[in-house]
């Protein structure tokens, strides 16, 4: 674990692991970055740079929440940028790093090389997931044991009855395999989550659809977005949709996997986001 100072003196955590052409990594949630892993073994191809965002992980939970808002968070990814001394770099986001992603690329294109957007969420831009295409995507579970508990847990949520209860009932929907690893997997997860730091970030003002969506038009960097078939969070065509906004963008569904591809398919993960980003394409350099 290393440590920068960002734009404000906050003191930011970031994690350094593998050799080569450096890849930062936003996470989603926001939350520990640690939920990412080893990314289907990216740091033995890639030198691997995960942020905490402000207020998971390691790094500061600031005074004031409203600085964990996600347009407020560019500052600290450009803040770490300028610390690794890249004057352009790769990035990769999952989920609802993507919204943080996007937003950095309407503010400071010209420092990405190579854009990852995994299984990303859409809110940055304005693309509605509706209640339909959810049960859409996850009807494609149904043959699965667990499958009516949850769909019926899914219901609820689109009814606003949900509770807590209600929430952990569709965690199988997020992996392409409900087993044991998937299991152990979630429940690191709901302990790397302070909600008051995700209602934060996305709380009003965070997101402007109509400028970043003009943005991204004229961002001709490589983008990459990748989905998962089986992924209620963030269904192919949504993904596709988001694809489409992009100039020069590629777009692959994994199939068989959910919300976390690197966990349900670590072999076909590398493969795509390898021959996506390459090994040594990236400037910069190793950070070592």
């Known amino acids: 674990m290393e440590f920068f100072t960002s734009y404000d003196g906050a003191r930011l955590a970031y994690h350094v692991s593998g050799e080569g052409p450096p890849l930062v990594c936003l996470p989603g949630g926001p939350q520990d970055s ?3 892993g080893d990314l289907g073994c990216l740091p033995a191809h890639r030198q691997v740079v995960r942020l905490d965002l402000r207020g998971t992980g390691a790094s500061a939970m600031p005074d004031d929440l409203a600085l964990c808002r996600c347009d407020r968070m560019v500052d600290d990814v450009e803040a770490l ?7 352009r770099m790769d990035l990769l986001a999952h989920s ?16 990405i090389s190579r854009l990852v957007l995994v299984t990303p969420s859409v809110r940055a831009v304005g693309i509605a997931i509706t209640a339909d295409l959810r049960r859409e995507t996850v009807r494609l579970r149904r043959s699965e044991p667990w499958f009516p508990e949850a769909f019926a847990a899914l219901e609820a949520i689109a009814a606003g009855q949900a509770d807590t209860g ?4 569709i965690a199988p929907f997020s992996y392409g395999r409900w087993d044991e ?6 429940a690191a997860e709901e302990k790397q989550m302070n909600m008051e730091v995700v209602a934060a970030f996305g709380a009003d003002g965070a997101f402007t659809p109509h400028a970043t969506r003009a943005a991204i ?9 990748l989905t998962g078939e089986v992924d209620p969070g963030a269904p192919p065509s949504t993904s596709a949709e988001l694809a489409g906004l992009f100039p020069n963008a590629d ?7 959910g919300h976390f591809p690197w966990l349900d398919g670590a072999d076909q993960f590398l493969t795509t986001a390898l021959g996506f980003l390459g090994a040594s394409h990236a400037c910069g350099g190793n950070l070592r």
């Open 217 to 225: 038009a004229c961002f001709s960097a490589p983008v990459l977005v």
């Open 166 to 169: 209600t929430w952990q009932a």
């Open 81 to 87: 940028r300028e610390h690794l001394g890249l004057d």
């Open 181 to 186: 690893a998937a299991r152990a997997h979630q």
């Open 96 to 111: 609802g790093g993507a919204n943080l992603a996007v937003q950095y690329v309407s503010r400071c294109p010209e420092r």
């Open 34 to 36: 640690a939920y990412l």
């Open 251 to 257: 777009f692959v569904v994994q199939p068989g996997t």
